[in-house]
């Protein structure tokens, strides 16, 4: 069974709509996928759509950002109730956070390069497109959004180079931003019914990795698993994370983190076992949409 967890759409800042990623997983035969949008859930319905049409599996999940002692880590959180108020308040706190330090970046970039508000719309919308506009699609903007502005522009060829460049963070485009406590969303995803795994945690090319001691106590919380088997995680990352889930009994998940061509990852790269998903379920709110793929494993 060929299960990928952790894959964007451009309901957050993958660069394939929801259609585009079910045809592409029956492509390169998948049989379940996870859409994840950052800090959203707003692509689930498409999802439950194309999924159907194409025979894939479909987990509903969301990568939520959190922040702990000053650096960001990715909290993914599946199968969870999409109507807990407490989880949607905290999506639109972040979503409006993510817009005034977009438009703070924004017009500090503005300054020294000719980049426009109407380059930014997902390939879905068109034409002349005003700041308001950007706001009522309710986008969890990021970084990416803006290199993507930058890079039709012909200032960078890719995302990688604007990472690197221009919107990097000791650059003075750069603008910081703080989410949510990572304990205080592990609660709140649990208390929505969603199972909790940490998002390439121990990826030392991020920056700061989570311990042991953090990592148990985040289980205390509820969290359930963590990701192994991801392209930011070199050799000596996979092996800790693995340990550590060994010894503190947590679910190991693989996951491409697919961003359409967003990023260089390839949808399916890194998987995560069928009897993972089973166990997952067990602990959540919602079940996964197997579309006939339960028994196959
Ligand atoms: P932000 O949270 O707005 O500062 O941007 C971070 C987001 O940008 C992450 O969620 C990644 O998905 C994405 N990202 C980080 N580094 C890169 C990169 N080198 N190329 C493309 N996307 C990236
Ligand atoms: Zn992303
Ligand atoms: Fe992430």
Known sequence: MRIDTHVQ????????????????????????????????????????????????????????????????????????????????NLYSKSKKLRFLRFMQMFEKVEKDFDIRIKDLFPQDYSGDKTLKELKDLQLPLGRPHLADAIIKRGYCKNRDECFSTILHPCEKYYVPYIPTDINEVVKIVVNAGGGPVLAHAFSQKRG????????????????????????????????????????????????????????PNHLGENLTAYETILELEKHTFRKVEWNGHKSNS
């Open 208 to 263: 700061k990795t989570i311990d042991e001691k953090t990592l148990l106590s985040l289980k205390k919380l509820g969290l359930l698993g963590v990701e192994i088997n991801h392209r930011e995680h070199n050799v000596t990352d996979r092996q800790k994370a693995y340990d550590l889930s060994k010894k503190l009994g947590l679910l190991q998940f693989g996951a491409s983190d697919y961003h359409g061509s967003g990023k």
């Open 9 to 88: 759409s451009n309901h957050s800042d993958g660069r394939s709509s929801v259609r585009q990623i079910f045809s592409l997983a029956k492509r390169v035969n998948l049989d379940v996928i996870a859409l994840t949008d950052h800090d959203t859930n707003s692509g689930w319905q498409q999802a439950q759509y194309y999924s159907k049409i194409n025979s894939i599996g479909f987990i509903p999940g969301s990568e939520i950002s959190t922040s702990y002692q000053g650096k960001i880590f990715h909290l993914l959180a599946y199968l969870y109730d999409e109507n807990d108020s407490v989880l949607q």
